[in-house]
């Protein structure tokens, strides 16, 4: 039974991050983008958002479904930037702009999931954490600053 829910929750995020992927995609392959708009990426960049990814993968593991959403979007994120970078000699396009080349901002859908996604799991993962506390290793030096703080206000 907990190896089918974990397997759900990995497939709610692969869904998630797929179609928002998809939706990124399409926005930069419909929306004209200037050629100072285009961000060059490095390889390193490319491992790094890799291995971001397939980290991110590990999270369905928890027993939280909002979780497995949070990294889903985070997911979808760098997906899109990925298959973007890949397609066009690792240059990312920022067809969505706010100002101006001099004092603007160029930014894609993907920059958004990402920034979404990743305030959705320090959200969720603290409430996560607070949830399941009781199920955390205790430290010896928590328990003496306690028992310490207990005595003094006695």
Not at 47 to 71: D, E
Not at 82 to 103: K, Y
Not at 115 to 137: E, F, K, Q, W
């Amino acid at each position: 039974m907990g190896r089918a829910v974990w397997l759900e929750r990995l497939l709610v995020l692969l869904v998630v991050a797929v179609s928002l992927a998809a939706v990124d995609l399409w926005v930069k392959r419909t929306v004209p983008t200037p050629p100072w708009a285009l961000h060059q990426r490095s390889d390193l960049w490319f491992f790094g958002s890799c291995l971001l990814m397939f980290g991110a993968f590990a999270l369905a593991r928890l027993p939280s479904n909002t979780v497995a959403i949070a990294a889903g979007i985070f997911t979808g994120g760098i997906l899109g930037n990925l298959l973007s970078a890949s397609t066009d000699h690792l240059e990312v396009p920022n067809p969505i702009l706010i100002g101006s080349q001099t004092g603007g901002v160029a930014f894609n859908m993907a920059d958004a999931f990402i920034l979404t996604g990743n305030l959705a799991l320090m959200v969720s993962l603290c409430v996560l954490t607070i949830r399941y506390r009781d199920h955390l290793p205790q430290r010896e030096g928590l328990r003496l600053t306690r028992s310490r703080r207990t005595r003094a206000a006695a």
